[in-house]
């Protein structure tokens, strides 16, 4: 069943495998002990520091081992924002930062500082312009991906950098998606990372604070790693993450041209074979293992049932598959299509027939969603042919309300669609929805149908969204 989710966790790595059986054997005592087991399990707690450093970039010294990248970027965050509070208490981040990040921003505004959060372009990346004037005199910290997970455009880390060193302010650079395939620019201040994110075992994320970086940890003080990162080290783990990282690393440049390769054909051939797809994130500038796309008119948690039914393991930013039932706060915040999202990220050792199985799988499974939903009836697959231009209609006669309340996705744009070709060039839908993802997913469904959003009022109920019709 090939696994095409390798972007939340990827396979473990036959290295980490072994690395990690070999290390159950022999690195189990306390590293901090001075008899003769302890100094064994120290010598591979050393080892494991110093081929984790190389891989970063750094001094082993300045690499601390942590219980997960979650782990990683709080302790991270918190403690360069201590460690520099006489400066001021701002933080910069970007709009698409891991969930790890957001928290740890929304935490340090509940404390009483302050967060600027930086929009991002519709393909997924910040404006290095834009991120340069967010940083102020009393700016703390700032933190920018490497690249994003759900989309898996990259960031410009090396110009964030640049802007961030002039102002003075330290850097953050999570690297948890983008470290097994290539070091991150040089001139970070800190750097964090998840050992499941590139085939080691989950459980195991990595801290990087440059030498000269103020630093305070926070919490309880504790005498391991550095006082960094507390508790007992799960010693297998961390040597076979680092023994992977060193792996996969050697087999990245390689693995990236090939799946590179893979994921083109799917960004080219997935809009080719199912009508009414848009695929988002940066064309160029991007992972080499990752593509995500949208369809409309698809629920997307049935959508993944089904592509699971049929041997395929993805995952999606919908609205639809997250109990909150809001959409992803990276597609919110590029302003793409929501509904029917799905991520495909492809682990070493895909091949050529099992993305040319996916794409003979998905055009079917996507209609037999759309069935179901009866979006086959009375939605085009096409802009219909423009009529003739006439005067602005302004009449209630050439307007139509839909009331989709109390509607999930993707029903309030299945019912738009259907109605839309009712009205006259010129005229108006007002759609009634208390969806969060109809304010994402009807501005969505206007750019790809070639209609004009008119905009969004408060309601009785929800939001009413109008749209005009203009072909």
Not at 28 to 43: F, Q, V
Not at 130 to 145: M, Y
Not at 378 to 384: R, Y
Not at 447 to 464: D, F, I, K, L, W
């Amino acid at each position: 069943m090939p696994y095409f989710d390798a972007a939340s966790a990827a396979p473990l790595h036959p290295v980490a495998r072994q690395a990690l059986l070999a290390a159950l054997d022999e690195g189990w005592a306390d590293p901090a002990r001075l008899y003769r087991e302890g100094r064994r399990a120290r010598l591979l707690l050393d080892a494991a520091r110093e081929a984790a450093a190389e891989a970063v970039g750094c001094r082993p010294d300045e690499l601390v081992f942590t219980s997960s990248g979650t782990r990683a970027v709080h302790s991270g965050i918190s403690g360069a924002l201590a460690g520099r509070r006489r400066v001021g208490r701002h933080l910069v981040v970007s709009a698409v930062e891991h969930s790890s990040v957001l928290h740890s921003a929304a935490a340090h505004e509940d404390g009483g500082g302050s967060v600027t959060e930086v929009p991002v372009e519709r393909s997924g990346a910040v404006d290095a312009s834009v991120f340069a004037r967010a940083l102020r005199p009393d700016t703390a910290l700032a933190c920018l991906q490497s690249a994003n997970h759900e989309v898996g455009t990259e960031q410009p880390v090396a110009e964030a950098v640049a802007a961030c060193r002039e102002a003075g302010v330290p850097l953050l650079v999570d690297a948890a998606q983008s470290l097994g395939w290539e070091p991150v620019a040089e001139g970070w201040s800190l750097l964090t990372a998840s050992a499941h994110k590139w085939g080691g075992p989950a459980g195991t994320g990595l801290l990087a604070v440059r030498k000269g970086v103020r630093f305070a940890p926070q919490g309880p003080a504790d005498e391991r790693e550095s006082g960094r990162a507390s508790g007992f080290e799960n010693l297998p783990a961390i040597v076979a993450a680092a023994a992977s990282l060193r792996a996969v690393r050697a087999e990245a440049a390689g693995e990236a041209a090939r799946l590179r390769a893979l994921v083109d054909l799917i960004r080219a051939r997935v809009p080719e074979l199912v009508p009414d797809v848009e695929v988002v994130g940066d064309p160029v500038r991007r992972l080499p293992h990752l593509v995500t796309f949208s369809c409309l008119y698809v629920d997307g948690e049935t959508l993944l049932q089904e592509l699971d039914r049929s041997g395929f393991s993805v995952s999606s930013g919908s609205s639809c598959t997250s109990s909150t039932l809001t959409p992803s706060h990276v597609l919110r915040a590029m302003g793409v299509l929501s509904e029917g999202n799905v991520r495909v990220s492809l682990p070493a050792g895909t091949t050529r027939e099992d993305v040319d199985r996916f794409l003979a799988v998905l055009p079917p499974v996507v209609a037999g969603v759309r069935e179901k939903l009866g979006a086959t009836t009375g939605v085009p697959a096409a802009p219909p042919s423009p009529a003739p231009a006439g005067p602005r209609a302004d009449s209630p006669a050439d307007s139509l309300v839909v009331d989709a309340l109390g509607r999930r996705c993707p029903v309030p744009v299945i019912e738009l669609a259907k109605v839309i070709g009712e009205v006259p060039v010129g005229g108006t839908v007002t759609v009634l929805a208390d969806d969060e993802a109809a304010r994402l997913d009807i501005p969505a469904w206007c750019a790809m149908r070639e209609q004009e959003y008119v905009g969004e009022e408060p309601a009785e109920r929800g939001s009413a969204y109008t749209v005009r019709r203009l072909v």
